[in-house]
């Protein structure tokens, strides 16, 4: 096969309690394989992560430690295929066929009575000296009665005359409906950020200042029956005190207001966290 073919295996361990629902302690995420088959032609066939978001879904592709609470809008992961097309050094495209667009929270999708094929696309542009554009959607019906269509935008700004400085933004919606239960939900979710190195340093080191806002609403019958938002301003110091890029010592602090319109309550939260990342080369 030479380099015409790639796979990949992570595998998770996480501190579970064993909730029902609770990932459990040793968690295989993803396990797919790549086949470039044809000049700038692609398969991906397995379990690989959602094709939705900004965010990256692992710590060391993340600008923070944490990653906010948008996230809870990109879905989980992802079982199936997706046709992966670089129509040009800038364009590349990806078509997903998936049984279910998040086979994490939904027990359902894997049994032989709710087994679905759900499409999704993930555009991204890349423009030189400026930053990379990307573009997605996606749509799963779970049977019947009910559907989900969600879409995002989202950037990445580097400016080639300004390198230290990294901006990125992104907007996500969706919205789900049951016929049979009179019920529909909407979800928006917003994300801006700016990371700066700081120069003339002993090692690497840069800030990362990133606002979220996620608001929900659910009606029933045509009336709003459960209403909320939360917003998350997170500061983050990441650094390279080795000067090796494959060992990071990070700290962050968010500060998360939510509200509850529905039940009139308001909550607010701060969480300091401190992080240690080794990259295996």
Known sequence: AGDKVTAQIDVEWNN?????????????????????????????????????????????????INAGPIVALYGGELVGAALNYSASDDLGISLFLVNGLDVETEASTNTN??????????????????????????????????EELSLGANATIKLADYKPLTLAAEVLWRSANDDAANTESTDIGFLAMANHTIP?????????????HVQSEEEAGGTTSAEGDVTEVALALLTNPTGDSHYGFNAEV?????????AGTDSDSIIVSLEAIAVIP
């Open 113 to 146: 009575d709710d087994f679905r094929v759900s499409p999704a696309i993930d555009l991204v542009y890349k423009a030189a000296d400026l930053g990379t554009f990307n573009l997605e959607a996606g749509y799963d019906n779970f049977n019947s009665d009910s």
């Open 16 to 64: 579970t309690d064993g909730t029902p629902g609770t990932r459990d302690a040793v968690y295989l995420e993803q396990a797919y394989v790549n086949y470039a088959f044809v000049d700038k032609l692609s398969l991906t066939t397995g379990k690989f992560t959602t094709y939705a978001g900004w965010v990256a879904a692992d710590a060391d592709g993340l600008y923070r």
């Open 254 to 262: 968010a500060y998360a207001m939510a509200n509850d319109d529905t």
């Open 200 to 212: 003339d340093m002993a090692f690497p080191m840069s800030v990362t200042l990133m606002l979220q």
